[in-house]
């Protein structure tokens, strides 16, 4: 729809920021610049909104849509308002997963630049990572001066790219003199899952990127001291890479309403949501700042609200959860959807029983919201195939399991008039006194018991069940005083467990955490469960098959 974009320039303007504060790149994208954050220092906070989801589906559940679409109509409904939105990567993108810029009456613009390349930003991101490797590498070929254990290195190479060919890899690295000082065995991984990429999304600006930087750890000396990325003194080259890539982008959505484009990193693996650089820019320039986390609340609001909120000093004032009839009857044993694999019918038929049986999963995650403290607003979105009873049916329950309000969307069709009743109950809610908001577990507490907190109170597991190099991990971050850093659990998104074929709420089972991993940059400790992986794989047909370039450079099945 290039007929309908307006000068990214006159969307900046509107919005407050000056001239002298933008960067262009084509007429319909701009970065903006870090020193906006000074002058909006002394403005009011405005309201804080997330978006996050039941347990998705592969088809999606419409929490992209639904965030634009909110932000365009609380703009209708005369509240200054933007959305801040992670970066798409192309890695799912070719694969399975599609664009990440919503869809209809209620997508970003320029759609094909922001789903490519867009202003180069992961790539950035992944040109920092990959030359703290070589350099870390060079340092051991070199002599060793800092005497790194080769067994110990922690940070791995990284692309904008699913290849599970690359997941593990081994190779002798070798001295000065080439013999080989030792086989490591390493892997890639995908650009977003990256610590160089959560660095970029939870620093506060560039000066708190830059320390950041510095403190990435490497791996550990023989000595088992520390090795960070400031002792290798890459620190400052990584900074010089990712000077551009720290001012956010400025895009528009299909009614004009401003977005922020800031950080792509994936809630399974990482923290998946947008940086706090955009989002302190837009909450300094609007009344009503709209963003999302990635997933299910069990993946991406926990991360939200545990690491981002109580990192950046955010208070969101509601959240909506969006959920779908086709959403909830997945979660139930009446009907099968499996990514990769061919759609049940059964999903687009209505079956009340599916959705009572499938209903546990929307309580659960309305639950796992209200632990925060956060007031709970349920989005129905709505599709063709949908009931007005199945409709009627999920929004009734929504309020008997703790929502403050439910209301349908039909946003992808209609654009902000198809969810104005979901925007003036955020409005009415965001300015009441339910936000009570607070983190679930307390800084002081020992890594493992927050594992097991969230484990036990989000996820619905009994017990957690950590591994000797876990064990080790997590002893070995608090004995280094990083025991006060909150946690970051990577887990399948298909399931509020870490086994994707449990669906519903899951309870009584043992959450397994294989290993432990210190992302002393971004600022937490990573723990993974038994079955995840940090790059993912192609399915049997990618999407990147269906995608094509006329020759007038209209690129064609991104969408």
């Avoid at 009873?389 to 439910?406: C, N, P, Q």
Wanted: proline share 5%; glycine share 8%.
């Amino acid at each position: 729809m290039p007929q309908r974009l307006k000068d990214i320039r006159r969307i900046a303007r509107d919005l407050g920021i000056r001239p002298s504060e933008l960067a262009l790149n084509g007429p319909h994208k701009a970065k903006v610049a870090l020193s906006v954050l000074e002058r909006l220092s002394a403005r009011r906070p405005s309201k804080y909104i997330l978006v996050s989801a039941i347990t998705p589906t592969p088809l999606g559940e419409g929490k992209t849509v639904t965030t634009i679409a909110l932000s365009m109509a609380l703009n209708r409904l005369r509240r200054r308002a933007a959305c801040t939105l992670r970066q798409s990567s192309m890695g799912p993108l070719f694969g399975a997963k599609g664009v990440a810029n919503g869809g209809g009456a209620s997508q970003l613009l320029p759609a094909d630049e922001i789903n490519l390349h867009f202003t180069g930003d992961t790539h950035a991101v992944s040109a920092a990572n990959n030359l703290l490797v070589a350099f870390l590498e060079n340092s051991v070929f070199h002599g060793n001066p800092l005497g790194v254990d080769p067994a110990s290195m922690t940070v791995r190479r990284c692309l904008d790219a699913s290849d599970r060919s690359l997941r593990h890899i081994r190779y002798a690295l070798k001295s000065e003199s080439g013999a080989p000082v030792q086989e490591v065995h390493t892997g890639f991984e995908i650009a977003a899952a990256s610590e160089v990429m959560s660095v970029l999304a939870l620093s506060r600006d560039f000066g708190d990127l830059r320390r950041r930087l510095g403190r990435v750890t490497v791996g550990r000396s023989a000595s088992g001291d520390l090795v960070s990325a400031s002792a290798l003194k890459a620190d400052g080259m990584m900074a010089a890479v990712l000077k551009d890539a720290a001012r956010p982008n400025l895009v528009q959505t299909s009614e004009g309403t401003p977005c922020f484009i800031h950080a792509g990193p994936f809630a399974n693996v990482s923290i998946g949501t947008s940086s706090v650089i955009a989002d302190r820019i837009a909450l300094g320039l609007c009344d009503f700042v709209v963003t999302e986390s990635g997933f299910g609340a069990d993946c991406g609001a926990e991360k939200f609200f545990d690491i981002k909120c109580r990192t950046a000093g955010l208070r969101p004032a509601a959240c909506v959860l969006v959920c779908s009839a086709r959403g909830l009857k997945a979660q139930s044993s009446r009907c099968h959807l499996t990514p990769g694999r061919k759609i049940d019918p059964c999903i687009f038929k209505a079956d009340l029983q599916a959705l009572e049986e499938g209903s546990v999963n929307l309580k659960k995650q309305i639950a796992n919201v209200r632990l925060f403290g956060v007031p709970v607003i349920v989005c129905v979105n709505v599709f063709p195939t949908d009931t007005q009873e199945e409709i009627d049916w999920i929004r009734h329950k929504a309020l008997e399991f703790g929502a403050v309000d439910s209301h349908p969307s039909t946003a992808w069709r209609d654009g902000s008039t198809g969810i104005m009743g979901l925007a003036k109950s955020v409005v009415k809610t965001a300015q009441g006194d339910e936000a009570d908001f607070k983190p679930l577990y307390a800084d002081e507490a020992p890594l493992r018991e927050k594992i097991r907190t969230v484990a036990t109170r989000i996820y619905g597991a009994a017990d957690v069940h950590f591994e000797p190099a876990a064990q080790e991990m997590l002893s070995f971050c608090e004995a280094k005083g990083f025991g006060r850093l909150p946690v970051c659990i990577a887990k399948t998104q298909f399931s509020i467990s870490h086994d994707e074929a449990l669906r519903g709420a899951p309870e009584g089972y043992v959450f397994p955490v294989k290993e432990a991993r210190l992302c002393s940059g971004a600022g937490f400790v990573l723990a993974f469960a038994s079955t995840m992986q940090t790059m993912p794989g192609l399915p049997v047909e990618p999407r990147g098959t269906k995608i094509e370039v006329d020759e007038a450079g209209h690129v064609t099945g991104l969408l």
